[in-house]
């Protein structure tokens, strides 16, 4: 994680809170945070450590002596209540300022009141301290109120498990899974990468909130078999396919990276990423909304039942047991643009709208950087029956990110409309 930051690439990303205090109750700020914060670090002792490095290539966590939670928990100082063009500056410019590595490596801010009357946490993470789950799993330990607990939505398939079903597909006595996981996911697209270029040190940030009940109702209806994910892929496809045609330039189909969560209730606590992925082409060219969705679920349901994802993860770690200059080669063909345009992900919240300091969290966004030579990356969240959609880009080579994301609402509209047209 430490070796993807680049003078152009940040290593970490945002969770975006925006947090509704009831009228009359009294709102969070940031001494109350803060406390909540401290007294709770005992469950989440990796947010008191800091790195060390040992020597170029190989650092450790270690305890910070001088750790002050005023210098990662601050109020923003603003001058009135914050638009959304304001908090998406904001998010910018937190974006594109890099972490203190003298420091544990996160900060939360807080800004209030913004104009539609809630308050915003922003907290700043580093990929190399916590992946989309265990930012989740942190989010529960220090952050949201007792009784919302760990409650977390049902991951319907969108996540590898059971491991041990997986291991048993990679065992000696069924080896040919393996050449057809690396036929899948190491292929390279032929001609110009879309969304490719040179990454600089500017970005352009945007997000949006999307109900989820009438796009389930799509899946189960129209698309059976269809997972939240897969979704979730047939938005950004949407989205993709009118962001093409309004600049003049329409694509026929997209190469994109889905990374997977391998998580498990049995690994050491203090596992802090343990992701793969596997890769699916977006159908841009089919013009109907739920043939995109039908398409995008054949595609992913094939490499869940072939266990692509743990492939790779098991090949990955052998390799780099084994081979480590190997392994970089790996790394490099993994990541190139013609492996995929734009890496979406998709994190399992909570199930249950969760709270801060009594204040309800009405919407939870992620912005995630972008790699070297990847314009435009897309995170989501899904909470209480919505899907929240952040995008992170380059603006050089994405441009203005509004047509994207309208696009995205619009596919989610004609899913939701299709889904009451095939109910009735």
Known sequence: MLRMESGTVAGHTLKVAILDPPRGERRPDVERLRARIAARLERSPRLRRRLQMRSKRRAVWVDDPTFDV????????????????????????????????????????????????GVALVWRLHHSMADGAIAMRLADEVLWDASNGAAHAKEDGDHVGPLADLREALSARRPGRLPGALRRELHRTRGPAPLSGVVGARRAVAFASIPLGALRRTAKTL????????????????????????????????????????????????????????????PLAEPDPVERLRRIKEETALRKRAGDALVLDTLLRDVARLAPPLRHLLDRLTVHPRAFALNISNVVGPAER????????????????????????????????????????????????????DGMLTEAASLAHRSGAGAS
Do not use: Y
């Not at 001058?79 to 908090?87: C, F, M, W």
């Open 223 to 282: 698309v059976p078999g269809a997972t939240v994910n897969d979704v979730v892929l047939a938005l950004v496809a949407g989205g993709l396919r009118i962001w093409a045609e309004t600049r003049g330039d329409p694509l026929a189909s997209l190469q994109v990276k889905i990374p997977v969560s391998l998580h498990h209730r049995a690994e050491s606590p203090e596992v802090a990423n343990r992701d793969s992925f596997f890769c699916v082409a977006l």
């Open 70 to 117: 005023r210098e990662h928990v601050r109020r923003v100082a603003v001058s009135g209540p914050v638009s959304e063009d304001d908090l998406r500056r904001f998010c910018v410019r937190m974006m594109e300022e890099r972490l203190d590595r003298s420091r544990p490596l996160w900060t939360m801010d807080l800004l209030d009141p913004l104009e539609a009357g």
């Open 354 to 405: 969760p709270s801060v300091l009594g204040a309800p969290v009405h919407a939870l966004h992620s912005i995630a950087d972008i790699d070297q030579r990847h314009g435009l990356r897309v995170a989501v969240i899904s909470m209480a029956d919505e899907l929240h959609v952040g995008l992170c880009a380059e603006p050089a080579i994405v441009g203005d990110l509004d047509p994207l994301l």
